[in-house]
């Protein structure tokens, strides 16, 4: 019996389905092989390389696939998704957009939409894809889609009855935007899930977002307070894509980066200045590394925890004698509180209390402003700790 292209592709299908991408993947370059350019093998090779991370893979198979079938809001719909989660939200606006003429009750790329708008700083635009998402199918990921883009227009009424109503896996989640819309107890922590996804989107745009309109300068204001240090082994806790590492190497015999998020990691790979690059929790992490490191910096990563402790008390093990930590807070006025950005901001005097208590004298400390948002100076302060 002959093997057709379609019968390899819905093997691979059926593996896909399972959860089995790699194996999905070589159906369908089998199916390809059988006949090269197949539209439907190169959208389903778009959708696996999306899925597995490589977004430069699957906007590459899904422009061939819309190349080839310009007209079908399938390709089209997994195009849009694609180019969104490459950070090019303009051209993922209009595909999307363009999908829904064809297809209006299209609930995936309704809310793929709105997130798309959310994203692109539009969130009232996005209000009405979103809504129409959640008539025609109110699952969690559109719900809570819905909350965020509330949360952004102001309507924090609206946006806590709705977070109120996701269930399932992302309830955590919701219930950290409850609690930074002041319902219910903030968490000693963001849910790692919340930071993975936030970055993982974020990833692709991040750079250029916070170098230009954000005005960043956090990495250069805490590699400023290593001048008097000679290089040894640095770890850049949060490290994202690699801007904390540029300001760290000159400080660095050895260079690692640490993040939970791995497209960020994928980004700062592509630096090439990192001796190593791990994919973990700080919190889980550096308990296993002892003494491991002369410097640890983290910028702007601490702002994800409310509770310091656990964090001083890990950072701390993970120092060598003499070494030292640098790390950078918003500011607060409370002990700590949970703001509307769904970040923490904490009180210097108080963070100074707990990282000593950590056993880390605090050696310096430095008012700074970390960025610009929403038009504002983020204020913040910046610490240079050395172990007891």
């Given amino acids: 019996m002959r093997i057709t292209a379609e019968d390899l592709l819905r093997r691979g299908a059926e593996r896909h389905r399972a959860g089995d991408i ?15 350019g197949h539209p439907d093998a190169e959208n389903l090779l778009g959708v696996a390389a999306r899925q597995r991370g490589d977004l430069r893979a699957a906007l590459e198979h899904a422009a061939r696939a819309v190349a080839a079938m310009p007209d079908s809001p399938l390709f089209l719909s997994n195009q849009g998704a694609a180019l969104a989660e490459a950070g090019q939200l303009g051209p993922a606006v209009a595909v999307m957009r363009r999908v829904l003429e064809m297809r209006p009750d299209d609930a995936v790329t309704l809310r793929n939409l709105g997130q798309a708008l959310t994203a692109a700083g ?13 008539r025609l199918a109110p699952t969690p990921e559109a719900t809570l889609a819905l909350a965020h883009a509330l949360k952004e227009t102001g309507e924090r009424d609206e946006a806590r009855e709705v977070a109120r109503r996701v269930s399932g896996p992302l309830a955590a989640q919701a219930g950290f935007l409850l609690a930074a819309l002041g319902e219910g107890e903030a968490p000693p922590r963001a849910p790692a899930s919340y930071v993975r996804e936030l970055f993982d989107a974020f990833a692709p745009r991040f750079d250029a977002e ?10 250069a204001l805490l590699a400023a307070m290593l001048e008097d240090r000679a290089p040894g082994r640095v770890l850049d806790l949060g490290c994202g894509t690699g801007l904390s ?72 093990a993970a120092l060598r004698p003499g070494g030292a930590a640098v790390f950078s807070l918003e500011r607060g006025e409370a ?26 004298r605090v050696e310096e400390r430095r008012d700074a402003a970390l960025r610009v948002e929403k038009g504002a100076e983020v204020a913040g302060v910046l610490f240079r700790t050395t172990p007891t």
């Fill in 22 to 36: 790699a194996g999905a993947e070589g159906f369908y370059r089998r199916a390809m092989r059988l006949a090269p």
């Fill in 122 to 134: 539009e969130a009232q635009a996005a209000l009405a894809p979103l809504r129409e998402a959640l």
């Fill in 210 to 219: 916070l170098e230009g309109a954000l005005g960043y300068r956090t990495p």
């Fill in 245 to 316: 590492g540029v300001a760290l190497k000159p400080f660095a015999t050895r260079l690692e980066g640490l993040d939970l998020s791995p497209r960020m990691l994928a980004e700062a790979r592509g630096r090439g200045i990192y001796d190593a690059l791990h994919e973990a929790d700080l919190l889980e992490f550096l308990p296993k590394r002892p003494a491991a490191w002369d410097v640890v910096a983290a910028a702007d990563v601490l702002n994800y925890l409310g509770d310091l402790a656990p964090a001083f008390t890990a950072i701390r």
């Fill in 335 to 360: 002990p700590v509180a949970l703001h509307e950005g769904l970040r923490f901001r904490h009180n210097p005097n108080h963070a100074a209390l707990l990282a000593e208590g950590a056993g880390l």
